[in-house]
């Protein structure tokens, strides 16, 4: 059961949501049954590219629609804005937190700084920062995840499926997160066929120039990579991978997608022939989890981290082609089997 006390936080506040919340990006919320008496649950505030990008930020509002759902509570969810800076992140979240919302979720690294700042001014609200493993505090969750194990698990696939002998890499921003994906993916390759050659290209040296966000850039690196013969192009670029793929598509040549699996997004829907799998981190799992821990009234704390054990990574198979692949399957599945028993060890840069 949620606590009476913060069912009086949230029934004060309301009426200034709207004016906290309109210099620091724009925000929805959804009530849930009756039943909640107005109680406040769940919040997150979304990484750049926004809810929309059928894939890293759309996972996490999955998350966020399982536990208003099953709880019953009222949720929201923020959108970024151009040009913010950390002290309009740190705003975000505290106004969510003055809400009575928890617990109060930062998608992205890029949350790290205002997450801290939030937690010292809120120390019995719960908070989750996805992708950072940094911030030591007790009413602080670290929702991470081993990607560069799914990412060697697509590299074995790109490998198996590229008759050219190239493949590509697109990164969306030349950071130590995104290298994860670089390096599982490009050992996985060379594990499975030392002769193919990995192209690889990181679209900014910042987010802030857009490399998340610009379906244009990848469209344009994919590109240049399929004009180099690639023939499969993995992108971890969360909304410029949908350039990527839609590059690929048009070359007939194979994508692999990421974090969410890409072949059933909607938007994606005519493209999806072209996908053949993607490497998934459950981000909607572990946002789901920590809304239930707070819910069960035992937060979740510290490094949470998922992995190909817990399930938490992993590559899709909605894609008949790449499922039906009797020979590229049984390689996946002892690759899969000798990360978990620690027999390959998976390079994270």
């Known amino acids: 059961m949620r606590r009476i006390s913060r069912i009086t936080v949230a029934g004060a506040a309301t009426a200034s949501l709207a004016l906290a919340l309109s210099a620091c990006g724009s925000t929805s919320t959804s009530a849930g049954s009756s039943e909640s008496k107005g109680d406040k649950g769940l919040a997150i505030a979304y990484d750049v590219g926004g809810k929309g990008d059928q894939s890293f930020n759309d996972a996490a509002y999955a998350g966020l629609e399982q ?19 950390d002290a309009d992140k740190t705003q975000r979240l505290v106004s969510l937190a003055k809400q009575g919302y928890n617990p109060v979720i930062g998608v992205g690294y890029a949350y790290a700084p205002a997450v801290k700042a939030a937690a010292d001014k809120f120390p019995d609200t719960t908070f989750g920062i996805v992708d950072d493993p940094t911030i030591n505090k007790k009413n602080v969750a670290d929702l991470v995840f081993n990607e560069e194990q799914a990412s060697y698990l697509a590299g074995v696939a790109a490998a198996k499926s590229t008759k050219s002998k190239v493949v590509g890499f697109v990164g969306g921003v030349d950071i130590p997160l995104i290298h994860k994906f670089q390096a599982g993916f490009a050992q996985g390759v060379k594990d499975t066929d030392p002769k193919v050659k990995v192209l690889s290209q990181y679209l900014t040296q910042t987010a802030e120039e857009g490399g998340f966000a610009s379906p244009d850039k990848g469209k344009t690196a994919a590109e240049g990579q399929i004009e180099k013969k690639a023939d499969v192009v993995y992108a971890a670029a969360g909304l410029s991978g949908q350039g990527v793929i839609e590059a690929a598509a048009a ?13 059933k997004q909607e938007a994606l829907a005519k493209y999806k022939d072209s996908i053949l799998t993607s490497a998934m981190k459950d981000v909607a799992q572990a ?35 790449f499922a039906d692949d009797a020979e590229l ?20 840069s």
């Open 67 to 85: 536990a208003k759902k099953e709880f019953g509570y009222e949720t929201a969810d923020v959108e970024p804005t151009e040009g913010e800076t």
């Open 287 to 321: 946002v789901y989890s920590l809304a239930k821990s707070v819910e069960d009234g035992k937060p979740g704390t510290g490094i949470v981290r998922g992995d190909l054990k817990t399930g938490e990574v992993s590559l899709s198979d909605s894609n008949p082609k």
């Open 329 to 348: 399957q049984e390689a996946l599945k002892t690759a899969k089997e000798k990360i978990i028993s620690g027999e390959i060890k998976v390079k994270s």
């Open 251 to 263: 070359k007939k040549v194979w994508a692999i997608g990421v974090d969410s699996d890409q072949y």
